[in-house]
Structure formats: C-alpha cells, structure tokens
C-alpha cells in the first residue's frame, strides 16, 4: 500500500495496520485500507526474510505479497572528517603518554578509522578505540606493535582513542584517516 506509515502492513489483505490508540477519530477509523488493532494480538509471521534472511549483510531483506523477497542494497556514503596522529608524529612519541580523542560523526552515522601508519613498542604502548564512551567497556580494537591494524567502525556514531605509553621505548607512533559512514 503507498504512503502506509503504520506499525504493520498486512500484505494479505493489503492493509496498513495501526496500533490502537484513545484519541484515534472516527474519520481515520473508517477511512479505507486502514485497520486498527491490539498490539497483544500481533504476532510475527515467517515470510521470505524471516527468520531465515536470504539477502547478504550489506543488504535488506523486503518481503513481496507473494511471499517472494527482494534484496536492495543499502547505499553508503564515506565522508573524509579529518587524520589524526600521535603527538609529535612523525617523529617520536613521549614516555607515560595518555592521549584521548573523541571522534563524533553525528546522529545516524558511523565513524571509520583507517591507520595509514602504525609503530608502538609492543610490549607497552597501546591504542585503544572504544565506542565513544569509555565507561561502557566496550572495546572495539587494541593495538600495538608495527602491524598495521584494520579498519574500526563505529557501532553508534562516536568512538574514543586512547594512547598510553610506559617510560622505556618510544617510536614514531600511527598516524589515522578518519572517515563519517552514512548510509
């Protein structure tokens, strides 16, 4: 049905279902091709999409009248924000180093970071990217060594990097291309 801007659509009977609500007038009531109901009496049906999805992750999964699916590909954007790098980099990093950026790519976007260079001392110095609040405990990569790390993305739309050195060696440290995923 064009323009169902309902909780549920009834593909059988062609029905834009609405959650029942008080102040609901008797024009929309009647009005044809709408329906409303109890939100206890919905249950989820198998369809083409679920709970098996045929379509790949970077996809969504409609589901057709005919119980037939299609597949539409979710379209990404990548936006450069900005690259950031150790202080002093490309030169070398200071002993007992704690250094935090917070990168925020706005309110339905991701943020991707993408290491252009990378060497720490191994053993003890560390780059930590957490999602955007460090209190959460929620980890998303921990680095160090001269390997260069993968891609990070966010799982909201902000994350923070922590660098923390010890006092014995120092190197020149990373340097990160910092990217805002719309999609």
Not at 104 to 127: M, P, Q, W
Request: net charge negative; hydrophobic share 30%.
């Amino acid at each position: 049905m064009k323009n169902c801007n309902g909780i549920n659509f009834q593909k059988d009977f062609l029905k834009c279902e609405l959650l029942s609500d008080l102040n609901v007038t008797s024009q929309f009531v009647s009005a044809p091709g709408y329906s409303y109901s109890d939100i206890s009496d919905w249950k989820m049906k198998e369809d083409s999409c679920w709970p098996n999805n045929p379509c790949s992750e970077i996809t969504r999964c409609i589901p057709s009248k005919s119980n037939d699916h299609v597949c539409l590909k979710y379209i990404v954007y990548e936006t450069f924000l900005k690259n950031i790098s150790s202080p002093g980099f490309p030169n070398k990093y200071e002993h007992k180093m704690n250094e935090t950026w917070k990168i925020e790519a706005g309110i339905g976007n991701k943020v991707a970071l993408r290491f252009t260079h990378f060497d720490l001392e191994s053993c003890c110095d560390y780059v930590k990217v957490y999602e955007c609040d460090v209190d959460s405990n929620r980890l998303l990569g921990s680095f160090t060594g001269e390997e260069l790390p993968p891609e990070v993305r966010s799982i909201g739309n902000c994350i923070a990097i922590i660098m923390t050195t010890d006092g014995s060696v120092y190197k020149a440290g990373f340097s990160a291309n910092i990217y805002k995923i719309t999609s």
